[in-house]
């Protein structure tokens, strides 16, 4: 069975306020394409979710946090034991 991913509020907010940004200040096209690249990128954890570094700034968090760096974003995810990958933008 793969891993599934779930994007938190939190991340979809963000991505939101990403895509404003570049529509603003660039355009329409590279907007979408940033968001649809940054949606893309965990795609890359339903083979191997331990691709990612350790998240250092929250090792005192009860779940593990890993992240991925896309351009000049970081994707902070944590994986539970259902298979489930859970992006915090």
Do not use: H
């Not at 350790?54 to 890993?66: A, K, Q, S």
């Not at 944590?78 to 990958?85: A, H, L, N, P, Q």
């Amino acid at each position: 069975m793969k891993f599934k991913i779930i994007w938190s509020e939190y991340a979809e907010t963000q991505l939101d306020k990403i895509f404003d940004y570049y529509l603003e200040n660039a355009s329409l096209r590279i907007a979408k394409n940033l968001i649809q690249e940054l949606i893309a990128e965990p795609n890359l954890l339903i083979e191997n979710p331990n691709i990612g570094q350790v998240e250092e700034l929250l090792l005192d968090r009860e779940n593990g946090y890993r992240y991925l760096i896309y351009k000049n974003y970081k994707i902070i995810y944590s994986v539970d034991e259902k298979k489930t990958i859970y992006t915090n933008c």
